[in-house]
């Protein structure tokens, strides 16, 4: 069966501060992979997809980046964190674009930047 | 673009009763997806139920079912013999078939009172 997994689970970093996010997917080849943000008391917001290892589209331009070193390895960064960069960090994955199969999201990662 | 519309911040249910839940979405497609997804406290999103645009028939899993009227592009959730376990986040989304990228609607927060 396929698993997702994120961490940090909770994350405390002062402004200006670098970040690193990681999200791996085992028990499946070639998935798409997603980044989302929650902010508090709100709906999921796309921030970056992936159909393979290098392929980055960005939803919403902004501090953020993403990276796809490996086919089951997603990573989110940032140089310098700003304080609207605070929310819950949710990573999905779902299988290749030929299919329409379901996005499944990992646990996710609390992020407060003071 | 699509949109997804979730009219009821807040419900609230009694323990073993029947409450549904309400979303509406604009879409231009002709074959999609839609899906509920739960959020508990955990804050991890549970995939509750999908349907398939082109299906007529409603989905069932369990406790949950939905009403789902394409004319309408309404499809809400319907949650039976309330648990209290019920009580999370629940949010409407909806993808095109033709490409993988999920709308999620804000979200109805659902207490179930004891």
């Known amino acids: 069966s396929q698993t997702i997994h994120q961490w940090p689970a909770t994350l405390v970093q002062p402004v200006g501060s670098p970040l690193s996010l990681e999200c791996t997917v085992e028990?499946?080849?070639?998935?798409?992979l997603y980044w989302y943000r929650q902010a508090a008391g709100r709906g999921l917001q796309l921030l970056f997809y992936?159909?393979?290892?290098?392929?980055i589209s960005s939803e919403v331009p902004q501090n953020l980046s993403a990276s796809r070193p490996q086919d089951r390895q997603f990573i989110l960064s940032s140089k310098k964190l700003l304080l609207s960069d605070s929310g819950f960090y949710l990573c999905?994955?779902?299988?290749?674009?030929?299919?329409?199969?379901?996005?499944?999201f990992g646990p996710g990662t609390r992020l407060t930047v003071l | 673009a699509q949109t997804v519309t979730q009219s009821q911040p807040e419900m609230s249910v009694q323990e073993a009763e029947t409450v549904t839940l309400s979303c509406t979405y604009d879409?231009?497609?002709?074959?999609?997806?839609l899906f509920w997804y739960k959020q508990p406290p955990s804050r991890q999103m549970i995939l509750v139920i999908r349907?398939?645009?082109?299906?007529?028939q409603n989905a069932t899993e369990n406790r949950f079912s939905v009403n789902f009227q394409k004319a309408a592009k309404s499809f809400s959730l319907k949650i039976s013999d309330s648990q209290l376990g019920d009580a999370a986040m629940y949010f409407c989304?909806?993808?095109?078939?033709?490409?993988?990228?999920?709308?999620f609607g804000p979200g109805t927060s659902l207490s179930v009172i004891p």
């Open positions: 028990g499946t080849s070639n998935p798409n």
């Open positions: 989304a909806c993808k095109k078939t033709s490409y993988d990228k999920v709308i």
């Open positions: 879409t231009s497609e002709s074959d999609y997806y």
């Open positions: 349907q398939e645009a082109y299906k007529q």
């Open positions: 999905a994955w779902s299988r290749d674009s030929s299919s329409t199969d379901t996005q499944y």
């Open positions: 992936s159909v393979g290892i290098g392929q």
